[in-house]
């Protein structure tokens, strides 16, 4: 059983390091797009069935409206799995004294693993929200995430942290292997 680390992120304990998992942060468009998407789906997915089910007789109209439901399916199956990757989709840091993983999951099914020797690994930080379109001129928390530096390459993880997140995530990860090279904390002390 996963514990609350703080805020979104939940954690525990492993024989050697830490397991933290991070969902994805989602914004009032995202919670409100969702179902506009899935009804329009729906709506449209009915009628579709409605002409497909009728008689029809053989001409341009009919072909047309194959052509349609052809192009409908195909971005059903965009949104399908864009509401899927948008609403499941988590991040799992997996911290040992010798390696840092990073997963993404979607639906609890692994797509990608990135393996760092700790050893290697500098500079974490946290790069605070920027503004975008979609926020109207404030910031974004979406666009929030950790990078760190291997060698002149730099990664990022844990898209949408809030700062609080961070500087809780970093002490307990500094628990676990003292990373050299924090930079960007806000410095304040978080008790674990």
Not at 44 to 59: F, G, K, N, T
Not at 105 to 115: M, N, P, W
Not at 139 to 148: A, E, H, L, V, W
Request: glycine residues 6%.
């Amino acid at each position: 059983m996963l514990e609350v680390l703080e805020g979104r992120l939940r954690w525990k304990r492993t024989p050697e390091g830490i397991f933290v998992a991070i969902p994805p942060r989602n914004g009032t468009l995202t919670i409100l797009y969702g179902p506009l998407v899935g009804t329009s789906l729906l709506v449209a997915a009915i009628y579709y069935w409605r002409v497909l089910m009728a008689p029809h007789p053989e001409d341009t109209e009919y072909t047309l409206q194959l052509i349609a439901i052809g192009i409908y399916a195909l971005g059903f199956s965009f949104a399908v799995c864009w509401l899927t990757w948008t609403f499941t989709n988590e991040t799992v840091l997996i911290l040992n004294p010798a390696e840092m993983k990073i997963h993404r999951r979607v639906l609890g099914i692994e797509l990608a693993t990135r393996s760092f020797p700790t050893r290697q690994i500098r500079n974490f930080r946290f790069v605070p929200p920027t503004k975008s379109w979609a926020s109207q001129g404030a910031d974004d928390p979406k666009t929030s995430r950790i990078q760190f530096q291997i060698g002149n390459i730099a990664h990022t993880f844990a898209e949408g942290i809030s700062e609080l997140e961070s500087d809780t995530l970093f002490a307990r990860m500094h628990s676990v292997y003292r990373f050299p090279g924090y930079l960007g904390l806000t410095h304040r002390r978080v008790e674990l």
